[in-house]
């Protein structure tokens, strides 16, 4: 399954009972829960459309065994489909359709309320968005090398919930400071700068990159250092995840 990097602003206090219990975090992210499954599939409809409506199905189902029971029903509750009926083989067309229009609205409308809520995915773009930021590989003590790995962790589970590392949050006070950061005039032009695909793929920046990622790189900066103004001119938090 991919990765993909999602941020969710909070208010508060809504972060403060977070911090009391970690456990609740992992429901900011409930919508995001279907994005591996849908990720896998969609990567090879675009090559075999036919092969993933006779399989896709068993595929999915092979996936969904992989994941936590809780999440595994949410998401047999978003397709209408049980993992048995779904390992019969049924379903392949109507699946591939929902599938097709979750991807499609994530990418057309990345930061938008979901559930009340201000969402923003960065998809896969996310360590590249990291590394353009920064120019490392992991975040550190540089300012720039926060906003998307950075934050304290919830909890001491060293894998969380999606097993991709513990949720991590920004006060809102932190969130101000690496808004401004972010909105500084020069930092796209320093990002643009550090694009390199050899680069960026020698050094296991993931997924891997081509000389023609460089503006859907960029595009996802612009998207997260619009986020973090937003959350910043409400005065809220940020909470985010690897799913």
Request: proline share 5%; charged share 20%; net charge negative.
């Amino acid at each position: 399954m991919s990765m993909s990097a999602t941020f969710v602003q909070v208010d508060e206090a809504e972060l403060a009972r977070i911090q009391a219990d970690p456990s609740l975090a992992e429901a900011l992210f409930a919508d995001q829960s279907l994005a591996p499954a849908a990720d896998a599939l969609l990567n090879l409809a675009g090559k075999m459309q036919d092969r993933v409506r006779a399989a896709g199905p068993q595929m999915l189902a092979a996936t969904l065994a992989r994941f936590d029971p809780q999440m595994r029903q949410q998401v047999e509750e978003r397709l209408g489909r049980s993992m048995a009926s779904l390992a019969a083989g049924q379903g392949g067309d109507d699946m591939l359709k929902l599938l097709q229009q979750h991807m499609a609205a994530r990418r057309a409308a990345p930061a938008s309320p979901a559930g009340g809520r201000t969402v923003l995915s960065l998809d896969k773009a996310w360590h590249g968005v990291h590394y353009l930021l920064c120019g490392e590989v992991e975040p550190g003590a540089v300012l720039l090398s926060q906003p998307v790995l950075g934050g304290l962790d919830l909890g001491d589970d060293d894998e969380g919930f999606s097993g991709y590392g513990p949720a991590r949050y920004f006060t809102a006070a932190q969130v101000a400071e690496l808004g401004q950061a972010l909105s500084r005039p020069e930092v796209e032009a320093q990002a643009a700068a550090r694009f390199d695909a050899a680069q960026m793929s020698q050094l296991k920046i993931y997924p891997g990159w081509r000389p023609s990622d460089a503006e859907s790189v960029l595009d996802a900066l612009r998207r997260l250092r619009d986020f973090y103004s937003d959350a910043a001119a409400k005065g809220r938090a940020i909470v985010t995840c690897l799913v």
